[in-house]
């Protein structure tokens, strides 16, 4: 797995996750990476839109168009 797909399983797993937190995850599953790496993998996971972080706890990003879809599902 490369380390963007680490990340994200650690915070799968986690739900709501602060840096520290997923960094423990990652080392408890024997994946060490650097402060340096993790900061980068997570703010390029941002970027694209896949996390989200609010005062350093970090999640899942909602998935969009759920309500869209409900909403043409029953438009008359």
């Known amino acids: 797995m490369d380390r963007k797909a680490w990340v994200m399983r650690a915070v799968e797993a986690l739900r709501f996750a602060a840096f520290k937190d997923i960094q423990r995850y990652l080392d408890e599953e024997g994946e060490n990476f650097s ?20 005062d350093g706890v970090f999640r899942l990003a909602r998935r969009k168009g759920g309500l869209e879809a409900f909403q043409n599902l029953f438009k008359d």
Do not use: H
């Open 35 to 54: 402060k340096k790496e993790l900061e980068d993998t997570l703010k390029a996971l941002l970027q694209e839109g896949l996390l989200e972080e609010k």
